[in-house]
């Protein structure tokens, strides 16, 4: 498959039982060796890592012990031929957590939550990664009178300095979202983000990932997203899929539900050269529906999608479309747009 300088990746848990809030697994869980075993063939290059994904029950585990598990993964990669793309600490399924992490009101929480960062960041350094992402899952509220919005950003920005600090090798990459599991989350946009990454102590080594879903649901285009953070250099990882409106999070197929916002995503993406900077990663989620044998076509779908739109992205004529734009004739651009998605 031409891949055209792009490298794809994903995370173990978009190989998942099919669990919802609903219901119990409908497939069979596999195993992390058989998941890596499938990226070459479905056509990934990279595996994105939560801490826990890399080192099951790290909670129970000297640092010590932690880095020796992360380093036998790290041989399992390399047997696999793929790459560690990045590392986020998973700081929303702990008991402890369940008020908040960085932002949490109890102190013990919001130790906790940066010890099990710097661990996260220990891991990362040993699967051979410079990248660690943070999707600040519960930092926000349900009830708004329950926490302080300014303390609480001050205590996100002492939780990125503690770990900058920490870890002068790691970069991190706020992966914001408004909502779920929290009502209202306190980093919900790329603005947000980046806002918070240039107040820190080393703005150089804060950037973002933007995901398709996340910034539906905050009512925002994700190509938008993505073009004001490439603008300033700061976008370092994608989380590609898609998302039918204001409901739950649905980690659809990228593509499925509005193939022109998919294809508006790739182009501004392609256009600003995002094939230099970082990986194409696919946050998709098959469908309660599908049985286990066909467990991961969502991600070939997914691909496949990427691909057919890069083409189309490459292959639009670029000529007529700056014309109509001098002609200020937006509804032939309009036509020009949708014919081309059509196949001409
Ligand atoms: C939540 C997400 C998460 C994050 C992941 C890595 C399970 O909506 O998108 O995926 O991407 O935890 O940060
Ligand atoms: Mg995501």
Redesign the pocket.
Known sequence: MEKYGYRFSF?P?NIHSGADPFGPPVRAERSFADKLGQYRGLGFDAV?F?DDDAVPGLDELTPLQIRRRARKVKRQIDDAGLLAEFV?P?LWESPRTVDGAYTANDPEARRYAIERTKRAADIAHELGTDLM?L?L?REGTYMRESKDPVRATGQLLEAVNTILDYAPAIRIAI?P?PN?PMDLAYIPTMGHALALGSQSSDPKRMGVLM?S??SVLAGLDPSDEIGFAMSFGKLWSV?LNDQNGLKF?Q?RSFGAVDLRRAFNQVKVLDENRFYDVGMVGL?VKAIRTQPFERDAEHLTNSLRVFLRLLELSRSLDRAAVQSLIDARDYEQLDWLIISHLLGG
């Open positions: 995370g848990w994105q939560h986020a998973r992402v999707w899952a992966e979202k779920e995901e879903a996340h989380h999070d980690d946050d």
